[in-house]
Structure formats: structure tokens, C-alpha cells
């Protein structure tokens, strides 16, 4: 089935320095990925979807500025989180929905990314 | 507005003890209903898919049905591996973007 790659699983920067996270399909091509931040006991919270060669769309309240999302191929988007935070430390998920036009209407998920920001 | 509600937030049982999750949903137009299960520090991994009111879907030991408000995850005797937080999803008709909502989730513990 559908594989998304995420990596890293971890990762522990210092206070403004910038970390980038990388979400790959495997087998299939992902035109559009979702980017969601999800705290401790806590359920998803979307951030952005980003859209292969447009730009990515924020929900409200998300600063574009400091997360960058670039969605540069069919199998490659990759979140940026610039100037990080002690703040900015959470977990980071990617997911791909699947194929529609195979009536497939499941999302596959990347491992998530855990940023902890010192 | 749209909104999913799952509950309860937590559940603890003992191996073998059946019971169900549940998930109520309010959406203008139901496309898909969702559960995933998620171990902590992963993502959450699918399980079932539910499109209409009384369809239901199995795999070894869970069981989920949808209603035209609420979907149940019925889990039958339990193990510890079961253990999970399990999530609740909803897309909507309207939203082109296939955009899902999600519910807070449900903490499942086993207890051996």
C-alpha cells in the first residue's frame, strides 16, 4: 500500500536555528500533503496544506513566515520551521490523501517527526 | 460549523473486556468517516473507512458501524496490544480541499 516517509523521527535543535522535515511517498505521487502539529494529549491540528508547484495554504493563526512548506515534486514536501522556538517544539505529522480517482478516500501518514527546540 | 466529538477520553480495561468507543459527529454532508489508531510517538495508522449510515467494517477485533450522527468502535476481548489512542475523523462533502476533522481521541489502556 501507500508509504509516506518522514524524516527525521527526531530531532533537538537550539533556540533560533532552523529545522527541516521531509515527507516522501514512496510508490504513489502525493499532488497535495497535509502538515499537522499535534501536542502532548492532544488530537491533530492541521497547519497547512501544501499543493505540488502552487503555494501551500495556512489555516488562521499559523505564521507562514516561520513555517515554510515547499512542495516542490509529486513525491517530496518538506516544512521548514524557522527561527525555532522552545514554543515550537511538538510533534510533526505529514499525510497524503489517496488516489480519488481510484475512489481511494484513505489518508496515509508519515511516522511523525518529534522537534524539541532547547 | 463542523465538529467531532469522541468520548470518553480515556478507557481503561481489563484483557477480554469487550466494549465501544464512540464518535458523534455534526457535518453538512458526511463523504467519509474515519478511525485511526496511534501509539505514542507515531502516526496514526488506518483502520477503517465508513461512507453511509449502517454500513459496518471489521478487522480481527474491532468492529466499527456509523449512524447518520455517530460512529461506534466495538472492540471484542481485548489484548494489552490493543492499547492505543484511537482517532475519530470526518470529511466533508463540500470541503475540495479533502480536508478532515478530527476528534480528540480516545486513550485505550489493557490491562493484562
Known amino acids: 500500500g501507500a508509504v509516506v516517509s518522514q524524516h527525521p523521527s527526531r530531532v533537538i535543535c537550539k533556540s533560533g536555528t532552523s529545522v527541516k522535515i521531509e515527507c516522501r511517498s514512496l510508490?504513489?505521487?502525493?499532488?497535495?500533503m497535509f502538515w499537522y502539529r499535534q501536542f502532548p494529549k492532544q488530537s491533530l491540528m492541521l497547519m497547512a496544506t501544501s499543493n505540488e508547484g502552487s503555494k501551500a495554504t495556512y489555516e488562521q493563526g499559523v505564521e507562514k513566515d516561520k513555517f515554510l512548506i515547499n512542495h516542490a515534486s509529486l513525491t517530496l514536501s518538506t516544512l521548514t520551521v524557522t527561527s525555532a522556538h522552545p514554543e515550537d517544539s511538538s510533534f510533526y505529522i505529514c499525510s497524503a490523501p489517496g488516489d480519488r480517482r481510484l475512489n481511494n478516500y484513505g489518508y496515509t501518514f508519515g511516522s511523525g517527526t518529534r522537534l524539541t527546540v532547547v | 460549523e463542523d465538529q467531532v466529538t469522541q468520548s470518553p477520553e480515556a478507557l481503561r480495561l481489563q484483557e477480554g473486556e469487550s466494549s465501544s468507543l464512540n464518535c458523534s459527529y455534526t457535518v453538512s454532508g458526511l463523504r467519509g468517516l474515519f478511525w485511526y489508531r496511534q501509539d505514542p510517538g507515531k502516526g496514526p495508522e488506518f483502520l477503517f473507512t465508513?461512507?453511509?449510515?449502517?454500513e459496518e467494517k471489521e478487522k480481527e477485533r474491532l468492529k466499527a458501524t456509523l449512524t447518520k450522527k455517530e460512529s461506534f468502535l466495538h472492540i471484542t476481548a481485548p489484548k494489552p496490544e490493543d492499547s492505543a489512542t484511537y482517532l475519530c475523523?470526518?470529511?466533508?462533502?463540500?470541503?475540495?480541499?479533502?480536508?478532515?476533522?478530527w476528534g480528540a481521541g480516545t486513550k485505550l489502556i489493557i490491562k493484562p
Open positions: 465508513l461512507y453511509s449510515a449502517g
Open positions: 510508490d504513489f505521487q502525493a499532488t497535495t
Open positions: 475523523a470526518v470529511q466533508a462533502v463540500e470541503d475540495s480541499n479533502y480536508q478532515l476533522i
